[in-house]
């Protein structure tokens, strides 16, 4: 669970408030949407939630912790679990779709890593990961030769073998074409709740917010106008988010 109490954030020298008090509460199991218009400071919430960022004032508990007096090695355990997704997923591109979530497996061996070194145990176990996302028949394909979205299903068999508990995505539909931006929001939200993965993401599309998100927390200058369950916003609630 992560609770924001009036967390405030400027880019210094600018004095201009980026985040200006944003109060709110994410529970486990959810998946969030953050819409907004550009530049309304939805990447800057995401960062500061996910603890990759600092926040000048207001107080972010994490699981009951106090996020803002952890030290770095507190933070890393808060953070072990927790999985970041990008709008281009870091992947071999060289590398097959199997070979990069086998890849995963190995992080406490990052030399066997480094070299590929992949045992028939890890093979199997990866290729079990690659059904949960739907990509069995892509398994052999090199990164490079998928498409967006099945490189964002990569990252996500990924993010399962590391045993994620949260999973923070910036933007991971956009660049995608309508089909797999639906697909790649479907599987995130089945996954999520198969899992008991909490989700939290910035969207561009609020079409696809209202319909796979448990939440949408709705940003317009730096403050939360909307904070309400999934579902198709009414006018009044565009127009505070939107103008
Ligand atoms: N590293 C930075 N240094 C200075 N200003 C920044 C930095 N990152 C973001 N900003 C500014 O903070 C404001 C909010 O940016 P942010 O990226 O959070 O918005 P956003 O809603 O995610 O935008 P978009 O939808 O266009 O990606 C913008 O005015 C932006 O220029």
New binding site residues.
């Given amino acids: 669970m992560i609770i924001a109490r009036n967390i405030t954030k400027t ?1 210094k020298p ?1 004095p ?1 408030e ?1 985040l200006s008090k944003v109060s709110l509460q994410i529970d486990d199991g959810e998946f969030v949407a953050i819409v ?10 995401l ?1 500061c939630l996910s603890l990759q960022d600092e926040w000048d004032s207001g107080q972010l508990i994490v699981n009951g912790k106090d996020a803002g007096k952890l030290g770095s090695i507190g933070k890393w355990g808060v953070r072990r679990r927790w999985v970041f997704i990008e709008e281009k997923p870091t992947l071999d591109l060289h590398a097959t779709a199997l070979k990069n979530v086998a890849r995963s497996l190995l992080f406490h061996s990052p030399i066997r890593a480094v070299a590929g070194l992949v045992s028939k145990n890890e093979h199997m176990e990866a290729m079990d990961y690659l059904e949960r996302v739907g990509l069995l028949d892509k398994a052999h394909q090199k990164a490079g030769q998928l498409s967006g979205g099945e490189r964002q299903r990569i990252a996500v068999a990924k993010a399962l073998v590391q045993g994620a508990t949260m999973i923070f995505a910036d ?1 991971p539909v956009s660049g995608l074409d309508p089909t797999s931006a639906e697909s790649v929001m479907r599987d995130l939200k089945a996954i999520g709740k198969r899992e008991q993965i909490t989700i939290v993401a ?1 969207l ?1 599309r609020l079409d696809l917010a209202e319909r796979y998100a448990t939440r949408i927390l709705g ?1 317009r200058e ?1 403050r939360v106008v909307v904070d309400i369950p999934g579902r198709a916003l009414d006018e009044r609630e565009r127009g505070l988010i939107f103008g």
Wanted: proline share 0%.
């Fill in positions: 880019y600018d201009k980026v907004g218009g550009s530049g309304s400071g939805k990447t800057t919430l960062r933007e910035t561009h940003v730096g």
